[in-house]
């Protein structure tokens, strides 16, 4: 079965900082990209960042630039996601998402990762207070 499980949420301050994990089972973590979407309560999902395979190539909304900085691990099947200076407004939902690595480069937005996702993991709950 295709497994992504997300974790490393939790409760911090703003400012702080926070690392979420990955781990993906089940299909060949080398033929997708991995991305990271939050839903905030009342809110849309929105796309995050998104790492290649092949060429870690990388993708940010524009909401987390600069603070946000996603890795990952292809022989531990995992991805990282480091958030730093958080605010109140990252406070979501985070999730993992697997999308076809032919499908994943330059031309992908924030806004169309979720449409290029085929598997979806379960999310971790991550909240910054004020």
């Known amino acids: 079965d295709v497994q992504l499980q997300a974790s490393g949420g939790g409760l911090v301050q703003a400012g702080g900082s926070l690392r979420l994990s990955c781990a993906a089972s089940g299909f060949t973590f080398d033929d997708y990209a991995i991305g990271w979407f939050r839903q905030a309560p009342g809110k849309e999902r929105e796309g995050v960042s998104c790492i290649s395979s092949s060429d870690g190539f990388t993708l940010y909304a524009d909401s987390v630039k600069g603070r946000f900085a996603i890795s990952r691990d292809n022989a531990k099947n995992t991805v990282y996601l480091q958030m730093n200076s958080l605010k109140p407004e990252d406070t979501a939902v985070y999730y993992c998402?697997?999308?076809?690595?032919?499908?994943?480069?330059?031309?992908?937005?924030?806004?169309?990762?979720?449409?290029?996702?085929?598997?979806w993991g379960q999310g971790t709950q991550v909240t910054v207070s004020s």
């Open positions: 998402g697997a999308l076809p690595e032919l499908l994943f480069g330059p031309l992908t937005t924030a806004q169309s990762m979720g449409e290029m996702t085929s598997h």
